[in-house]
């Protein structure tokens, strides 16, 4: 990509400071891992306890070969960690609570974005990408550059929504993260990045901070949804982008939970900035 200087160099391959938070929750500070150099070069992220809390898990799944066997055994030890099956036990009490979030879990929360990327579950998800990551929300209904804006204090009202009476949501969301990243590297050991596609209508709207041709250096929300098939992403947008996505900004992929969570072929890619490239329309 062509740059004038090696001032305007820097400038696209930093984080802006708009875009992120003083400190985070995880091995790398936001402006290194939302950088495109970051982008370029990733290595592993790796959320502040997780991984020790929970080494009985990993022990566990290191005497499993198969995907659905581990993604079954995960499912039980989260259930098993945070009472899933027994909300009563974590201090449910349905006659008291005004607001039933029985089914509030990582799975729900999941379903949620999958079906609507501005639902109260997104929200929560956006939140919890902000509070571990650094990485502040570019969109929810609407763009979130003002603080003081409708779209804010509406992002605001749903994250809170979303986590309310919901039991200890924001640590499954740490433990799935750092299953994803456990599979990604189980299967794929090799591999840094991934090629995915996602369907724009205007791409203004995704913060472009660099364009040469058809290739642009974008500023995307902190949480976005893509797809391995570009056919699909046709499906979603006048114009599709390609992006190399580093492996270790999945949450979520397809296949990540066979026999649990299936028919969903989204890929869920924490944000930063990302180089794309706009592809030519797919039929003349």
């Known amino acids: 990509m062509t740059r004038n200087s090696d001032s305007d160099t820097t400038t696209v391959l930093r984080l802006p400071i708009t875009a992120r938070l003083p400190i985070n929750r995880c091995n790398l500070p936001p402006q290194i891992l939302g950088s495109l150099t970051f982008a370029r070069h990733p290595v592993a992220i790796t959320l502040d306890g997780v991984a020790q809390l929970h080494a009985a898990l990993w022990q566990q799944l290191e005497t499993l070969d198969q995907p659905p066997q581990r993604a079954l055994n995960f499912h039980d030890y989260m259930s098993a960690s945070f009472l899933l099956d027994n909300p009563e036990e974590a201090g449910f009490a349905p006659d008291n609570s ?102 724009i209508n205007r791409i203004h709207e995704y913060q472009p901070l660099a364009k040469n041709g058809r290739h642009y250096t974008l500023l995307l929300n902190n949480l976005n949804s893509f797809t391995a098939s570009r056919e699909r992403a046709d499906e979603f947008g006048d114009t599709v982008i390609e992006v190399a996505v580093p492996l270790s900004k999945l949450l979520y992929f397809p296949d990540l939970l066979p026999g ?12 930063g900035v990302y180089e794309g490239t706009i592809l030519p329309p797919a039929f003349s």
Do not use: M
């Open 260 to 271: 649990i969570l299936q028919g969903e072929e989204e890929y869920l890619v924490i944000g």
């Open 98 to 199: 005004g607001v039933n979030r029985l089914n509030a879990d990582y799975l729900r929360t999941l379903r949620g974005w999958l079906f609507d990327s501005n639902s109260k579950e997104a929200a929560v998800l956006k939140g919890w990408v902000e509070s571990r990551f650094g990485l502040l929300p570019r969109h929810h209904h609407g763009a979130l550059n003002d603080f003081n804006s409708d779209h804010y204090q509406r992002y605001l009202a749903d994250r809170s929504a979303g986590l309310y009476n919901s039991n200890a949501l924001e640590s499954q969301l740490d433990l799935l993260y750092t299953y994803c990243q456990y599979e990604l590297n189980r299967r794929w050991p090799s591999q840094s990045h991934s090629t995915l596609y996602r369907g």
